[in-house]
Each structure stands twice: as structure tokens, then as C-alpha cells.
């Protein structure tokens, strides 16, 4: 019998609530500062583990190594004209985005 840990139970809960969305769904999270970057080579679902637990120390590394920003306005040009999509997670008050690997 396997046995799930907490951590096994949130990990598979985000990975539920992760979808591919729109730009133009997103654009109003952007114009509330909420957007969030996960850069291409990071872990979406990783990140979100750090949020969800508060690990302040891990948020702060990944903010110093832009491996998580804010979204630029070149960015959210660039996505605007594109209307790309991208994966999306919710981790209130953010929403965490991320471009899909090719």
C-alpha cells in the first residue's frame, strides 16, 4: 500500500489546478500586479509548493535569480500581440505563469 504525505497530496492537488490559458484571460491579473513569471527552466509546481508553504528563504533566492519576476511590460506586449498561451496556476493573491516548454 502507498501512503501519500501531505506534501504528496498538495503537489498532486496543483498539478490538478494547473491549466493552459489564454494572455487575454490573463491580462487583468497582470493589470493587478498579480502576474508572476516562472522562468522557462523553472518548476511551476515547485514554486508553487514554496508559496503555499510560505518558504520565504526559497521565494527570495528564486526572486534574486529571476527564476520567478514580475511580469515586464515587454513581456505582456509580447503575449499580447502573440495572444499566447501559457500555463497558469493560481496560488492567491498570485497567479503564477509560465511559457510552455516547446
Known amino acids: 500500500m502507498t501512503y501519500l504525505t501531505d ?3 498538495l503537489i498532486t492537488r ?22 508572476l513569471c516562472v522562468a522557462a527552466d523553472g ?4 514554486v508553487a509548493v514554496a508559496l503555499t508553504e510560505d518558504n520565504s528563504q526559497q ?3 528564486w ?3 529571476y527564476s520567478v519576476a514580475a511580469v515586464t511590460d515587454q513581456q505582456a506586449l509580447a503575449w ?4 499566447s498561451t501559457l500555463w ?6 498570485f497567479v503564477l505563469v509560465q511559457e510552455p516548454k516547446v
Do not use: F, R
Not at 43 to 46: E, F, P, T, W
Open 7 to 9: 506534501k504528496d497530496n
Open 14 to 35: 496543483l498539478n490538478s489546478e494547473t491549466a493552459k490559458i489564454s494572455w487575454y484571460e490573463l491580462q487583468t491579473h497582470y493589470a493587478a500586479g498579480n502576474l
Open 43 to 46: 518548476d511551476l509546481i515547485k
Open 59 to 61: 521565494i527570495k533566492q
Open 63 to 65: 526572486l534574486e535569480d
Open 80 to 83: 499580447h500581440e502573440s495572444n
Open 88 to 93: 497558469a496556476l493560481v496560488i492567491p493573491p
